[in-house]
């Protein structure tokens, strides 16, 4: 069977995601490209920007000797990252809104500093840009990826994944299928045997949260069943939200309306909008 990514159907958690929390939302951030440019549309807010400012400075380091992850300050990385989101090309509107997701950012690399755990140890690196397989030839459906750190354990030649947490939220192990996603490419995307997995959520200490391994089965099982819909849904054209307008597709349809700001084009090529925040009277109320 000849096989061709350009004409399967690819998926990833983040797409997964959006799918399952509104077709429409899927559409509008995954598919649809703006008439005018080409370009597919995103919305950034100020905790997606500390996110991936954070998860920049620190997966950068796994392609480095471990002699030299901290040759520079992590401190002057992240600062050099901020730039790249600072204004409202990260969706800050004030100064003191900046200075306050900033200085979270300063206090998890700060922790990092202090306990480097995993980022000290021997790691390997997935040697493709954007890691990826076909979950099912058959459906020409491809799953992909980016794992944050992969530790290795030369005791026993395997590794462990790690994804970074910048928020404060935990993550739901029943209900997320971020791990399953990861465990899936992890395997199929490099040789060596998955020993664990952990979470780190790093507002809240140094110490990592390990999780149990999905079975590799039920999760290609899972996702694939998932990924199926999407496709349909994309050779259909059929994208409805349920509620006919929700809370992750309205503010999307903003950008189509006119009604956000436009601020750039990211590394992705996405032209990317902010939304300015709810109007608030004297007393603080939002109106």
């Not at 600062?79 to 004030?94: A, H, P």
């Not at 140094?206 to 050779?235: D, F, G, V, W, Y």
Request: net charge positive.
């Amino acid at each position: 069977m000849n096989l061709d990514k350009f004409s399967a159907t690819w998926v990833s958690h983040s797409s997964i995601s959006d799918y399952l929390n509104c077709p429409r939302a899927y559409f509008l951030k995954n598919v649809y490209k703006d008439p005018k440019t080409g370009h597919k549309i995103k919305l950034t807010n100020p905790p997606m920007s500390l996110g991936l400012t954070v998860h920049e400075v620190l997966e950068s380091l796994s392609v480095l000797t471990i002699e030299k992850r901290f040759s520079e300050p992590l401190l002057t990385q992240f600062g050099k990252v901020w730039e790249k989101v600072s204004g409202k090309k990260g969706g800050f509107f004030s100064q003191d809104q900046e200075l306050h997701y900033k200085k979270r950012g300063e206090e998890m690399i700060k922790m990092v500093q202090k306990n480097p755990g995993p980022l000290v140890k021997l790691a390997i690196k997935i040697k493709m840009d954007l890691p990826y397989f076909w979950i099912s030839e058959k459906e020409n459906i491809i799953l992909c990826g980016k794992v944050d750190w992969l530790e290795y354990l030369p005791k026993t030649n395997s590794v462990h994944i790690i994804d970074f947490k910048t928020s404060q939220n935990q993550e739901s192990e029943k209900s997320s299928l971020q791990l399953p996603i990861y465990n899936l490419l992890v395997h199929h995307c490099q040789e060596r045997k998955i020993e664990k997995a952990s979470y780190w959520y790093l507002q809240t200490g140094h110490q990592l949260t390990e999780k149990s391994l999905p079975n590799l089965e039920t999760s290609r099982e899972m996702i694939l069943k998932i990924a199926k819909k999407i496709k349909l849904a994309r050779q259909l054209g059929k994208f409805d939200c349920p509620e006919n307008g929700c809370r992750n597709c309205l503010p999307m349809e903003k950008i189509l309306k006119g009604e956000a700001e436009y601020v750039g084009v990211d590394e992705m090529r996405k032209d990317t909008y902010v939304l300015p925040p709810p109007e608030q009277n004297r007393k603080g109320e939002i109106l």
